[in-house]
C-alpha cells in the first residue's frame, strides 16, 4: 500500500463560492477534520477557521439555501465550524473521484497556499488507484505531489479503537470488495448483508476511514518517504 500527500489549488481561487463569502468577511480557513456526503448530495462537514463569530454568522445567514444548518464552537483561538450545504459541482465532481476508487482520506486536511486558499490532501490506497486520483483530478484542478511513501499495514493496534459494529461493517466491506481496484460493490450491496441501509454504511465506512487513517499516518516512525521519481509529473499543471 502507498500514501500520497499533495496540493490542490482550485482554478477560481476557492472550491465553493460560500467560501469565498466568508473570506471575503475576514475568515481563514485552517483544516477540515471531517467530510460526510449524505445521499441527498449535500455534505456535513467540520472546518477549522480563525474568525469573528459574529461575521460568520451574519455570512452564514445571507448565504441563503446553499447552506442547509450550521453550528459553531469555539476552540482556543480558532473556532470549529459544523457546516452542513449544498455543495459546488467542482467539489462534487472530487469527491466523486475519491469515492470511485479505492483510496482513503487522512483527515485532517489542510489549508495552505496564499491566503490559505490551497487544500493539503493525503490518501492512502494501491499505487494505480492513487495514479488514477491524480490524473483525474488534474482534469479539474492544479496538483501538485508533496510526498510519496509507503506504509505498514501489519500494525492491528488502530482497529482497537472501532466499535463493533464498526469492525463488523469494516469486515464485510473488505470480504466483498468494496477496497479492491476497481471497486466491486457499492454500499447497496453491503448494506444488503448488514441488514441496514446505504446510508448507514456510508457513514459508517467514512468514520472508520477517518478514524484509522489519522492513526496511520500519524505514526511516522512507521512510514518512509521515498526518493524513487513520481510516477506523475510534479508541479502544477491542469
Given amino acids: 500500500m502507498r500514501y500520497v500527500t499533495y496540493v490542490l489549488t482550485p482554478p477560481r481561487g476557492y472550491f465553493d463560492r460560500g467560501a469565498e463569502r466568508l473570506r471575503e468577511q475576514g475568515v481563514t480557513f485552517e483544516s477540515i477534520r471531517n467530510i460526510d456526503q449524505l445521499d441527498n448530495g449535500t455534505i456535513i462537514t467540520q472546518k477549522v477557521v480563525r474568525a469573528d463569530r459574529a461575521a460568520v454568522e451574519r455570512t452564514l445567514a445571507e448565504t441563503g439555501p ?14 470549529i465550524l459544523q ?29 495552505t497556499g496564499p491566503e490559505n486558499r490551497c487544500l493539503r490532501v493525503s490518501e492512502i490506497g494501491r499505487e494505480e488507484a492513487l495514479r488514477r486520483v491524480i490524473e483525474e483530478t488534474r482534469s479539474l484542478v492544479d496538483v501538485e505531489i508533496e510526498r510519496l511513501g509507503t ?34 460493490v457499492t454500499y447497496e450491496d453491503i448494506a444488503v448483508r448488514l441488514d441496514c441501509s446505504a446510508g448507514t454504511v456510508g457513514q459508517h465506512l467514512r468514520r472508520i476511514e477517518a478514524r484509522l487513517m489519522s492513526t496511520l499516518i500519524g505514526d511516522t516512525t512507521r512510514m518512509e518517504t521515498e526518493p524513487e521519481p513520481d510516477p506523475t509529473p510534479t508541479g502544477p499543471t491542469r
Fill in 151 to 184: 506504509y505498514d499495514p501489519s500494525d492491528e493496534r488502530p482497529f482497537t479503537e472501532l466499535t463493533d459494529r464498526q469492525r463488523e461493517v469494516l469486515r464485510v466491506a473488505v470480504e466483498e470488495g468494496y477496497y479492491e481496484e476497481p471497486r466491486q
Fill in 83 to 111: 457546516l452542513h450545504y449544498r455543495p459546488s459541482d467542482l467539489t462534487l465532481e472530487l469527491l466523486a473521484i475519491h469515492n470511485q476508487h479505492a483510496v482513503l482520506l487522512d483527515y485532517p486536511l489542510e489549508y
Fill in 66 to 79: 446553499a447552506v442547509v444548518d450550521y453550528q459553531l464552537t469555539d476552540a482556543g483561538e480558532t473556532t
